[in-house]
Every structure is written in structure tokens, then in C-alpha cells.
């Protein structure tokens, strides 16, 4: 049994509800050929922007690794052909910023600092332009009720990436603590399932693509219910 | 004929299927009407014969109109094509005229039928005055660009804009091709029928006939184009990458394409190409009739190594088709190759027919990687690039425009 505290008390605790999403991108019209109007454009554009480029390549097509984590860094090293600097802006991690505000700062903090050392402002060919793009999330039901960790552990296989990205990316824009939806139902059943909440906590989301997360995520269920003796 | 949800299951997986049929509970019974122009032949008509029967099947309420024009109409929107394309073209005021004259005819033969509908999807220019007439609409307008308009001819584009800007979305293929509007831009890629004759499995006879047609050596390696007679598509280029790769290996080249006929530019890239390949017994240049659909798929299925060495590209619609062959691609790098060709997963990009030339030497002497990345090419499109996704799209735009929020919808 994975967290049994919540059983003594006697109470039917609330069942997960295990939701899916699906994105769709917009365009916004702004772009940039030159590291200049990427700076300029970052201050400006919604924060929307800023998390698709950051987050929104999990649900792009990408095998094994990409060689960059957003696409921001991807287009200064392939558009703009400057290694140094993508290499500065692969290493933001969003996950590191509460705020999404505070995340656009870190960016562009990084590309003054590559402004002002450099003797010219790199351009871009303009077939190589950076477009903005945001997106919306549709939210719906899957009508999976999971009531208890052990249930949850079963079903975490079969969740479709949308419900990968919802309960473990989305909601960390969503939830005031920042936190995975799992761990902040897990956290309600008590302190029992606290090194269940500790185990995801350690996933970093930001180096996996969604179906590895999902693996990741089901490897912590497994660890812990062996860990409690199955 | 399209193919039903449960055809398409046993491709995509029944989850796929269960994701869309998730979306659609909250459209049920919505009444949705897509115009275009034409029933028949060009990528719309292809795109709507198989949408409108997969949303009716997912309980919506949808139809398809098509707007009729005389000589007139039909030259002016062949005009804007060209012009949103980037050309330079003259539009005379009678051009015009008949223009919106047909679109207002149309819009009173279609009357009630759009005013009621809860979603009206124009597809491209030709009938995109229709909005104008309906100032007491009850739906929502969505107006669905197919073409490039990443540089269009600004003085057309400007008068289009007129009659687009009132929408209350847009659907735009690519980023770059995405225009400034006062109303939400999406962004949808184009897709490919699995079940369509261009890209259903073939049998192996099927494929054995076209070769034996057009004398390819199934013996030998085969390296295969399919597009326009276009300076775009950079014929030439492949002709030269050919007889780079060509003096170190064993191999055959296919340039197949068609619809040169009303295209005075393609008769003459087309005499460039023949001129190119000096009747090299290993070059086949081939004029397909556009029906040629099994062909087209037969060869693709033939090569060893499907070529786009386009260097300046909408989409590429044959990259997507190649890659569900399980094939690797070799694409010119740029427009929507880029978003397909993921160098060194599923093909290689390239900006020369030296670099051309180059990967294609690469692949026929590791055949292991060859196979790999036509394995992640096949994967590729399943993921991104199949009708499927271009309807989850569909359906979660409907669902995005009827709510408020620009961010979240909660259904």
C-alpha cells in the first residue's frame, strides 16, 4: 500500500480527477530577425509567449535529445549562429521562476549582457526569423476517478501526454504552490504519502519529454510501493 | 471515399480516436458549414472531403458549400492566388467588381444556411467577401488561408485584408505566414490522408507495376522528387546533386511532376530540367496527369531516398507523404521542411547540391541509418502530420473561439 494514513481516519478521501488538454498555437505577428528586436520583442510580447517557448516543445515532434531545451537558445544558435549565447540562454531553467515575469527578466538580462560585449548585433537570414507564438489550452474531463494512490499508480501508464502535460507542467502555473496536481492531492491524503510528494519533486521536467515523464512518474510509484512493502 | 473514425483507429491508436471524440461532446449537434470554390481537384477540396464527414461521424451538424462564379471571378482569384503568393499582378476594377459581385450572388443563394450556422469556415480569398453580407450572423467566422502569404504583393493583400479582418479568427499554415488582425491567429499545419490513394499501403505488385512503366531498376538505388516543374523546387539542383552522388554509387533519379499546362513559367523550367539531365538513362523526368495518385505513391514507395530540395517552400506537403512512406527526406532548409526534416532523425537539411549530394552518398553507404530514420520519419508524421491532428485542431479551435478567455478553457 502506497500511503495508508488516510484509510485510518476512516474518510473516503476526494478522487483524483484526472484530466486531458489539448494546445492549439496562435500566432501573434511578432517576430525578430536580429538579437536587438529579440530583446525588444521579450519585453513587450504576452507573457504566453514566454512559456510556450519555453515549455511548449514537449508537445513538439523531437527525438532523443534536443540539442536545445527552448526555442529561444535554438534559434540564437542557428539563426543568429551564436553559440556562446545559446549555450547561456539553454541553461535558464523556467522551472527555477516562481513567476513567468521573472523568467522574461532572466532573458533578457542575458541578452543586454550579450549586447552590450558584443561589437555588432547578429542578424539573422530572413528565412530565419524568430515568430512568437502562444498558445491555448482546452481543458476537458476524462471521466478517470482514480480514489485512492494505489488506483492513480495503475492508470499513471495509460494517461495520454496531454494529462502528462496538464497534471505535471500546466499545473505548476496553476496551483499556488507551484506544485504537480499529483502531489497536491497526495498531499490532502496525508503525511503518509509524503515520500510519494518528496519522489516527484525530485523529476525534473524540464530535461524529459512527456512520455518519459509519464515513465519517470510511474518508476516513483513503483520505488515507493516497494519501499512499503508492496 | 474517406475513411471512417474506426479506420483511422486501427492507424492512430484508439486513444487518438478517444481524444476526438472528447473534444466533440462539447459541439455536439453544432451546425458548421465550410465554402470554398471548388468541389473537386486542389489541396481544399482534398482537405474537405474527408473533415466534413469525420465531423458529421463525431456528432456535428456539418456541411460543405461551394460558391460559383463565371470567367471573371475565376481570373481575379487566380490573380490574388498569385499575388499572395508574392507576384506582382495588375487588378483591373471590372476584375473586382465581379469579384464581389459573385460573392454577394452567393451569399443570397446561401441565405439562412450561414446566417443560422453556429461556425462558418471560409476557405481562401475566393469567397471571403461572403462576411459582408451577413451583418446579422449568429456564429462565429472563421476565415482558413491555405496559401503562402509569407511575402505577399502588398496592394492586393491590403484590399483582402478588408474583407478578412472582421473575422472573428483565422487559421494560418505557419507562423511566417501568419498576417497582424484584430482577432486570434491559429496556427495549423496542413496534414495527409493515410487512407487516401497517395498514401494507403500498396501492394508490392502495385509498386513492381509503376517501376516496370517507367523502366526504374528495382536492382539499383532510387532517389525520387515530386513536385512542380517550379525554379522554387530547384530541379536543377537535384539533376546536380544526382550526378554528384551518381559518380560514387550506383543510382537512379525520378523528377515527377505535373500541371505544367496553364503554367508558362513550368513549360520552361520544365525544357531547363529535360536540358539538365541530357537523357541520361538514369534520369526519369516525368509529366503525371494530377489524378496520378497511386503513381505518385508507388514511386515514393520505390525510392530509397525521397529528395525536397525546394529553396523556397509553403509547407511541402510531399516531404510529409515521403516521410510516411518511411523514407528519409533530403529537404531544402527552409519554410515548412524545417518543421518535418529533423537533421539527423528523420533526414537531412540542406542548402546545396553539394550538401545534397553529400547525404545522399551518406545514406546509401549506411543502410542501418537509412532504416533508422525512415522508422523516426514514419513515427514523425503519425505523431504530427496526420489528418487526426489537423482535426483535434479543428475541433479545439471551435471550442477556443466560443469562449471568452484567450488562455484557458475549462470544459
Same mark, same amino acid.
Given at each position: 500500500?502506497?500511503?495508508?494514513?488516510?484509510?485510518?481516519?476512516?474518510?473516503?478521501?476526494?478522487?483524483?480527477?484526472?484530466?486531458?488538454?489539448?494546445?492549439?498555437?496562435?500566432?501573434?505577428?511578432?517576430?525578430?530577425?536580429?538579437?536587438?528586436?529579440?530583446?525588444?520583442?521579450?519585453?513587450?510580447?504576452?507573457?504566453?509567449?514566454?512559456?510556450?517557448?519555453?515549455?511548449?516543445?514537449?508537445?513538439?515532434?523531437?527525438?532523443?535529445?534536443?540539442?536545445?531545451?527552448?526555442?529561444?537558445?535554438?534559434?540564437?544558435?542557428?539563426?543568429?549562429?551564436?553559440?556562446?549565447?545559446?549555450?547561456?540562454?539553454?541553461?535558464?531553467?523556467?522551472?527555477?521562476?516562481?513567476?513567468?515575469?521573472?523568467?522574461?527578466?532572466?532573458?533578457?538580462?542575458?541578452?543586454?549582457?550579450?549586447?552590450?560585449?558584443?561589437?555588432?548585433?547578429?542578424?539573422?537570414?530572413?528565412?530565419?526569423?524568430?515568430?512568437?507564438?502562444?498558445?491555448?489550452?482546452?481543458?476537458?474531463?476524462?471521466?478517470?476517478?482514480?480514489?485512492?494512490?494505489?488506483?492513480?499508480?495503475?492508470?499513471?501508464?495509460?494517461?495520454?501526454?496531454?494529462?502528462?502535460?496538464?497534471?505535471?507542467?500546466?499545473?505548476?502555473?496553476?496551483?499556488?504552490?507551484?506544485?504537480?496536481?499529483?502531489?497536491?492531492?497526495?498531499?490532502?491524503?496525508?503525511?503518509?504519502?509524503?515520500?510519494?510528494?518528496?519522489?516527484?519533486?525530485?523529476?525534473?521536467?524540464?530535461?524529459?519529454?512527456?512520455?518519459?515523464?509519464?515513465?519517470?512518474?510511474?518508476?516513483?510509484?513503483?520505488?515507493?510501493?516497494?519501499?512499503?512493502?508492496? | 471515399?474517406p475513411?471512417?473514425?474506426?479506420?483511422?483507429?486501427?492507424?492512430?491508436?484508439?486513444?487518438?480516436?478517444?481524444?476526438?471524440?472528447?473534444?466533440?461532446?462539447?459541439?455536439?449537434?453544432?451546425?458548421?458549414?465550410h465554402?470554398n470554390?471548388t468541389r473537386e481537384g486542389g489541396g481544399v477540396a482534398e482537405i474537405l472531403q474527408w473533415l466534413v464527414p469525420?465531423?458529421?461521424?463525431?456528432?456535428?451538424?456539418?456541411?460543405w458549400?461551394?460558391?460559383?462564379?463565371?470567367?471573371?471571378?475565376?481570373?481575379?482569384?487566380?490573380?490574388?492566388?498569385?499575388?499572395?503568393?508574392?507576384?506582382?499582378?495588375?487588378?483591373?476594377?471590372?476584375?473586382?467588381?465581379?469579384?464581389?459581385?459573385?460573392?454577394?450572388?452567393?451569399?443570397?443563394?446561401?441565405?439562412?444556411?450561414?446566417?443560422?450556422?453556429?461556425?462558418?469556415?471560409?476557405h481562401d480569398?475566393?469567397?471571403?467577401?461572403?462576411?459582408?453580407?451577413?451583418?446579422?450572423?449568429?456564429?462565429?467566422?472563421?476565415?482558413?488561408?491555405h496559401?503562402?502569404?509569407?511575402?505577399?504583393?502588398?496592394?492586393?493583400?491590403?484590399?483582402?485584408?478588408?474583407?478578412?479582418?472582421?473575422?472573428?479568427?483565422?487559421?494560418?499554415?505557419?507562423?511566417?505566414?501568419?498576417?497582424?488582425?484584430?482577432?486570434?491567429?491559429?496556427?495549423?499545419?496542413p496534414s495527409i490522408d493515410?487512407l487516401s490513394d497517395k498514401n494507403?499501403?500498396?501492394?508490392?505488385?502495385?509498386?513492381? &507495376?509503376?517501376?516496370?512503366?517507367?523502366?526504374?531498376?528495382? %536492382? !539499383?538505388?532510387?532517389?525520387? #522528387?515530386?513536385? /512542380?516543374?517550379? *525554379?522554387?523546387?530547384?530541379?536543377?539542383?537535384?539533376?546536380?546533386?544526382?550526378?554528384?552522388?551518381?559518380?560514387?554509387?550506383?543510382?537512379?533519379?525520378?523528377?515527377?511532376?505535373?500541371?505544367?499546362?496553364?503554367?508558362?513559367?513550368?513549360?520552361?523550367?520544365?525544357?531547363?530540367?529535360?536540358?539538365?539531365?541530357?537523357?541520361?538513362?538514369?534520369?526519369?523526368?516525368?509529366?503525371?496527369?494530377p489524378d496520378?495518385n497511386?503513381?505518385?505513391?508507388?514511386?515514393?514507395?520505390?525510392?530509397?531516398?525521397?529528395?525536397?530540395?525546394?529553396?523556397?517552400?509553403?509547407?511541402?506537403l510531399?516531404?510529409t507523404e515521403?516521410?510516411?512512406?518511411?523514407?528519409?527526406?533530403?529537404?531544402?532548409?527552409?519554410?515548412?521542411?524545417?518543421?518535418?526534416?529533423?537533421?539527423?532523425?528523420?533526414?537531412?537539411?540542406?542548402?546545396?547540391?553539394?550538401? &545534397?549530394?553529400?547525404?545522399?552518398?551518406?545514406?546509401?553507404? %549506411? !543502410?542501418?541509418?537509412?532504416? #533508422?530514420?525512415? /522508422?523516426?520519419? *514514419?513515427?514523425?508524421?503519425?505523431?504530427?502530420?496526420?489528418l487526426?491532428?489537423h482535426?483535434?485542431?479543428?475541433?479545439?479551435?471551435?471550442?477556443?473561439?466560443?469562449?471568452?478567455?484567450?488562455?484557458?478553457?475549462?470544459?
Amino acid at each position: 500500500m502506497l500511503c495508508d494514513h488516510y484509510r485510518k481516519g476512516g474518510e473516503m478521501p476526494e478522487a483524483f480527477t484526472v484530466k486531458d488538454c489539448a494546445l492549439i498555437a496562435l500566432g501573434t505577428g511578432e517576430r525578430a530577425q536580429n538579437l536587438r528586436e529579440l530583446r525588444d520583442r521579450l519585453l513587450r510580447v504576452h507573457s504566453g509567449c514566454i512559456y510556450h517557448h519555453f515549455w511548449g516543445g514537449l508537445l513538439k515532434p523531437r527525438f532523443e535529445e534536443p540539442e536545445f531545451q527552448n526555442d529561444f537558445a535554438a534559434w540564437v544558435y542557428h539563426g543568429l549562429r551564436d553559440a556562446g549565447l545559446a549555450e547561456r540562454m539553454a541553461l535558464i531553467d523556467p522551472g527555477e521562476f516562481s513567476e513567468i515575469e521573472d523568467l522574461r527578466r532572466e532573458l533578457v538580462e542575458v541578452i543586454e549582457e550579450r549586447l552590450s560585449e558584443s561589437e555588432f548585433v547578429p542578424w539573422a537570414r530572413i528565412d530565419q526569423q524568430f515568430y512568437f507564438i502562444r498558445s491555448q489550452i482546452v481543458v476537458f474531463d476524462t471521466d478517470l476517478r482514480p480514489q485512492d494512490p494505489e488506483s492513480l499508480h495503475l492508470l499513471i501508464p495509460k494517461l495520454s501526454v496531454g494529462s502528462v502535460f496538464y497534471h505535471f507542467i500546466d499545473a505548476r502555473r496553476r496551483t499556488s504552490s507551484k506544485r504537480d496536481d499529483f502531489s497536491e492531492w497526495l498531499l490532502g491524503l496525508g503525511e503518509s504519502c509524503l515520500p510519494l510528494v518528496e519522489g516527484l519533486a525530485k523529476i525534473d521536467p524540464y530535461f524529459s519529454s512527456l512520455s518519459e515523464l509519464r515513465t519517470e512518474i510511474a518508476q516513483v510509484f513503483a520505488q515507493c510501493t516497494e519501499q512499503k512493502g508492496g | 471515399m474517406p475513411g471512417t473514425l474506426n479506420q483511422y483507429a486501427a492507424i492512430v491508436g484508439e486513444d487518438v480516436i478517444g481524444h476526438l471524440r472528447q473534444l466533440a461532446r462539447g459541439l455536439q449537434g453544432s451546425r458548421v458549414v465550410h465554402v470554398n470554390s471548388t468541389r473537386e481537384g486542389g489541396g481544399v477540396a482534398e482537405i474537405l472531403q474527408w473533415l466534413v464527414p469525420l465531423e458529421n461521424e463525431l456528432g456535428l451538424d456539418c456541411s460543405w458549400e461551394v460558391i460559383t462564379g463565371d470567367d471573371t471571378f475565376y481570373q481575379c482569384t487566380k490573380n490574388f492566388h498569385n499575388a499572395l503568393q508574392g507576384n506582382q499582378v495588375s487588378m483591373p476594377e471590372h476584375l473586382i467588381e465581379g469579384y464581389e459581385e459573385t460573392n454577394r450572388r452567393n451569399a443570397e443563394e446561401l441565405g439562412a444556411k450561414l446566417e443560422d450556422a453556429d461556425f462558418v469556415f471560409i476557405h481562401d480569398p475566393q469567397p471571403a467577401p461572403l462576411l459582408q453580407s451577413f451583418p446579422n450572423r449568429r456564429g462565429k467566422w472563421v476565415w482558413r488561408c491555405h496559401v503562402d502569404v509569407s511575402h505577399p504583393y502588398r496592394p492586393v493583400w491590403k484590399y483582402l485584408r478588408g474583407h478578412v479582418e472582421g473575422y472573428d479568427a483565422s487559421i494560418w499554415s505557419l507562423a511566417e505566414f501568419a498576417q497582424p488582425m484584430p482577432h486570434p491567429l491559429y496556427l495549423i499545419p496542413p496534414s495527409i490522408d493515410p487512407l487516401s490513394d497517395k498514401n494507403r499501403e500498396l501492394e508490392s505488385w502495385e509498386v513492381e &507495376a509503376v517501376r516496370q512503366e517507367y523502366g526504374i531498376d528495382p %536492382h !539499383r538505388p532510387l532517389m525520387v #522528387q515530386i513536385s /512542380r516543374f517550379d *525554379r522554387f523546387k530547384d530541379p536543377v539542383g537535384v539533376i546536380r546533386a544526382f550526378r554528384l552522388a551518381s559518380a560514387f554509387a550506383p543510382l537512379q533519379l525520378v523528377l515527377a511532376g505535373g500541371g505544367a499546362s496553364d503554367d508558362p513559367e513550368g513549360e520552361k523550367v520544365l525544357e531547363e530540367v529535360r536540358e539538365a539531365a541530357n537523357n541520361h538513362k538514369d534520369i526519369h523526368v516525368l509529366m503525371l496527369p494530377p489524378d496520378a495518385n497511386v503513381t505518385v505513391n508507388a514511386l515514393q514507395r520505390a525510392a530509397d531516398i525521397v529528395v525536397q530540395k525546394s529553396v523556397r517552400e509553403g509547407f511541402g506537403l510531399t516531404v510529409t507523404e515521403g516521410l510516411w512512406k518511411g523514407k528519409p527526406v533530403i529537404g531544402g532548409d527552409t519554410g515548412g521542411i524545417r518543421l518535418q526534416v529533423i537533421n539527423h532523425h528523420t533526414g537531412f537539411l540542406v542548402n546545396t547540391p553539394e550538401g &545534397a549530394a553529400l547525404r545522399i552518398r551518406y545514406l546509401l553507404k %549506411h !543502410r542501418n541509418i537509412l532504416k #533508422q530514420m525512415g /522508422r523516426k520519419a *514514419r513515427q514523425l508524421v503519425l505523431e504530427n502530420f496526420l489528418l487526426t491532428r489537423h482535426l483535434r485542431e479543428h475541433l479545439t479551435l471551435m471550442l477556443a473561439i466560443t469562449h471568452e478567455t484567450m488562455e484557458r478553457i475549462e470544459l
